[in-house]
């Protein structure tokens, strides 16, 4: 099977093929494994319709990671692999610790766009200052606040990566009508023949420690055998049993939870077709050229993305460990495929190669993060509110 080549590559964005496509057949990792819970402790569970050769069936499935789940993973997987310096590219970040930090910011320490929930335009970004300026009204800041499908070469040069996963301007300081672009890039991973398990829950306490010793609510927090010292209400001292402050044994019960399956698949897509909607002007020009060059790079950077995912396997979360061989990767278009390889040294490779060429057409890509300073209004906003968390956590 042929290497991708940047040649074929450009070829493919040009108008070639409409996407990328790969699917990965995968395997629990032990027989029982636990999906993802939504709001009321459920599952996302639906019936979908599975192709064979002759004929498609309905099939009971599970959702194992979601679109935007695996979007969290590939963008956290480019973010080690740049700290890692196996990978170059535009990064936007808001330093917190500085140069004389508080402990608490220094815990917090950098945040970049590939963390934060809104990508570029997170609120994170809005309350941050920029060469002394608030971000959104500095020149990078305002390049940004215009840009949209037609002219995406602001964020192009600060934080490609919000180009192939998309975003939506739609902070309320903004105003209505926010940029927004669509996703490009899209995987999701989906247990296929699921059938419902049970969870069971039980534990032992080694102290024996009876639930009917009376024991009382402490004031401040914790637990006290005297009622003279106890919390009180209006009934008196408060009192409590040992199992609310995790003593004593909890009876074995059983409960819905968990599922088994036939078998798992991760469905992964670049929308050649999303990224041709976007245009590059540069100097207010804009050639075809430019903007082939800039859609290069942003597939390049989607297939970076899964090909360094790939490095760290499908260990999703708690007993929900996946295996299996990543799948071959195709472009396809017009009802034809086109099979290639690649792997996440070629992937930087590829990026490194499309970004010299859009470097060469004058497009920005700058390899030195644009790195933003917090306001002391968030610094402190962040301040009070952890060393809030710390008291309540500290009272339980």
């Given at each position: 099977?042929?290497?991708?080549?940047l040649a074929?590559?450009?070829?493919?964005?040009?108008?070639?093929?409409?996407a990328?496509?790969r699917?990965?057949?995968?395997e629990p990792?032990g027989?029982k494994i636990?999906?993802?819970?939504?709001?009321g402790?459920k599952?996302?569970e639906?019936?979908r319709?599975?192709?064979?050769?002759?004929?498609?069936q309905?099939?009971e499935?599970?959702?194992?990671d979601?679109v935007?789940?695996?979007?969290?993973r590939?963008?956290?997987a480019?973010?080690?692999?740049?700290?890692?310096g196996r990978l170059?590219?535009?990064?936007?970040?808001?330093d917190?610790?500085?140069?004389?930090?508080?402990e608490?910011?220094s815990?917090?320490g950098?945040?970049?766009a590939?963390e934060?929930?809104?990508r570029?335009?997170?609120a994170?970004?809005?309350?941050?200052?920029?060469?002394g300026e608030?971000?959104?009204?500095?020149t990078?800041?305002r390049?940004?606040n215009?840009?949209?499908t037609t002219n995406?070469?602001?964020?192009?040069?600060?934080?490609?990566t919000?180009?192939i996963?998309?975003y939506?301007?739609?902070?309320a300081?903004?105003g209505?009508g926010?940029?927004?672009?669509?996703?490009?890039?899209?995987?999701e991973i989906?247990?296929?023949?699921k059938?419902s398990?049970?969870?069971?829950?039980?534990?032992?306490?080694?102290?024996?420690i009876?639930n009917?010793v009376?024991?009382?609510a402490?004031?401040g927090?914790?637990?006290?055998?005297?009622?003279?010292e106890?919390?009180?209400?209006k009934?008196?001292?408060?009192k409590i049993?040992?199992?609310a402050?995790?003593?004593?044994?909890?009876?074995p019960?059983?409960?819905?939870g968990?599922?088994?399956?036939a078998?798992?698949e991760?469905?992964t897509?670049i929308?050649?077709a999303?990224?041709?909607?976007?245009?590059?002007?540069?100097?207010?020009?804009?050639?075809?050229?430019i903007?082939n060059?800039?859609r290069?790079v942003?597939?390049?950077?989607g297939l970076?993305?899964?090909?360094f995912?790939?490095?760290e396997?499908?260990d999703l979360?708690?007993?929900?460990?996946?295996?299996?061989?990543p799948?071959?990767?195709?472009?396809v278009?017009r009802?034809?495929?086109?099979?290639?390889?690649l792997?996440?040294?070629?992937?930087?490779?590829?990026l490194?190669?499309?970004a010299?060429e859009?470097k060469?057409?004058?497009?920005?890509?700058?390899?030195e993060p644009?790195?933003l300073?917090?306001s002391?209004?968030?610094?402190?906003?962040?301040?009070?509110?952890?060393?809030?968390s710390?008291s309540v956590?500290?009272g339980?």
């Amino acid at each position: 099977m042929e290497r991708l080549s940047l040649a074929s590559l450009k070829l493919a964005v040009e108008g070639k093929y409409a996407a990328i496509r790969r699917v990965t057949r995968l395997e629990p990792v032990g027989e029982k494994i636990f999906p993802p819970t939504y709001l009321g402790g459920k599952y996302a569970e639906e019936q979908r319709q599975v192709r064979t050769e002759t004929a498609t069936q309905p099939v009971e499935t599970v959702l194992l990671d979601s679109v935007q789940s695996q979007a969290n993973r590939m963008e956290m997987a480019l973010l080690r692999a740049y700290d890692a310096g196996r990978l170059k590219m535009p990064l936007l970040q808001v330093d917190f610790a500085g140069d004389r930090p508080d402990e608490i910011l220094s815990a917090v320490g950098r945040l970049t766009a590939l963390e934060a929930p809104h990508r570029w335009c997170d609120a994170i970004f809005w309350d941050a200052i920029y060469k002394g300026e608030r971000f959104r009204q500095s020149t990078v800041g305002r390049e940004l606040n215009s840009s949209k499908t037609t002219n995406a070469t602001a964020v192009f040069a600060v934080c490609p990566t919000a180009l192939i996963f998309g975003y939506w301007d739609s902070n309320a300081r903004q105003g209505a009508g926010g940029a927004r672009v669509q996703r490009a890039l899209f995987s999701e991973i989906v247990g296929y023949q699921k059938v419902s398990g049970k969870r069971t829950s039980s534990r032992i306490d080694p102290l024996q420690i009876d639930n009917s010793v009376e024991i009382y609510a402490q004031k401040g927090g914790g637990w006290i055998f005297s009622p003279a010292e106890a919390e009180q209400d209006k009934s008196g001292p408060v009192k409590i049993d040992p199992s609310a402050v995790i003593h004593g044994n909890i009876p074995p019960t059983i409960n819905d939870g968990g599922v088994t399956m036939a078998y798992a698949e991760q469905q992964t897509v670049i929308s050649l077709a999303a990224l041709r909607r976007l245009r590059f002007p540069v100097s207010a020009v804009t050639s075809a050229n430019i903007d082939n060059a800039a859609r290069t790079v942003l597939a390049a950077l989607g297939l970076a993305a899964i090909c360094f995912l790939d490095e760290e396997g499908y260990d999703l979360r708690s007993r929900c460990l996946l295996d299996g061989k990543p799948g071959t990767m195709q472009f396809v278009g017009r009802g034809e495929t086109y099979d290639f390889s690649l792997d996440a040294d070629g992937a930087a490779s590829l990026l490194a190669q499309a970004a010299n060429e859009a470097k060469n057409l004058n497009l920005p890509w700058s390899l030195e993060p644009v790195t933003l300073q917090p306001s002391a209004e968030l610094s402190r906003l962040v301040v009070e509110s952890r060393k809030k968390s710390m008291s309540v956590d500290a009272g339980k």
